[in-house]
């Protein structure tokens, strides 16, 4: 079974940044052969994706609401998908959720099989 807890999440000024960690953990799990995904819900929304990286972490796809204010990495040797959001919105505002997807880069949610608890992001205006 797979562990998935998210940290840095926060109250942050429109126009700020944050970066959010997700740390993993899992007797059998071998991290670097799992695509990592970002998704968020915003309030009263669905849950929707953010962004993902491979697990070599060479490729990586965002959202278009979010192209070129966020990157996604990993480090492989810590267990550890990152997620830096710059300028951020009060659309920003939303519980983000990383998940592990075994599947490769794809952006369905079902294709995740592992999910964390979530880290909340708020943005004031």
């Known amino acids: 079974q797979v562990q998935l807890v998210e940290s840095g999440g926060g109250l942050v000024q429109a126009g700020g940044s944050l970066r959010l960690s997700c740390a993993a953990s899992g007797r059998t799990f071998s991290f670097s052969t799992y695509a990592m995904g970002w998704f968020r819900r915003a309030p009263g929304k669905d849950r929707e994706f953010v962004a993902v990286?491979?697990?070599?972490?060479?490729?990586?796809y965002y959202a278009d609401s979010v192209k070129g204010r966020v990157t996604i990495s990993r480090d492989n040797a810590a267990n550890t998908v990152y997620m830096q959001i710059n300028i951020l919105k009060p659309e920003d505002t939303a519980v983000y959720y990383c998940?592990?997807?075994?599947?490769?880069?794809?952006?369905?949610?079902?294709?995740?099989?592992?999910w964390g608890q979530g880290t909340r992001v708020t943005v004031s205006s």
């Open positions: 990286i491979s697990g070599s972490g060479g490729s990586t």
């Open positions: 998940a592990a997807n075994p599947k490769g880069t794809t952006l369905r949610m079902y294709d995740y099989d592992s």
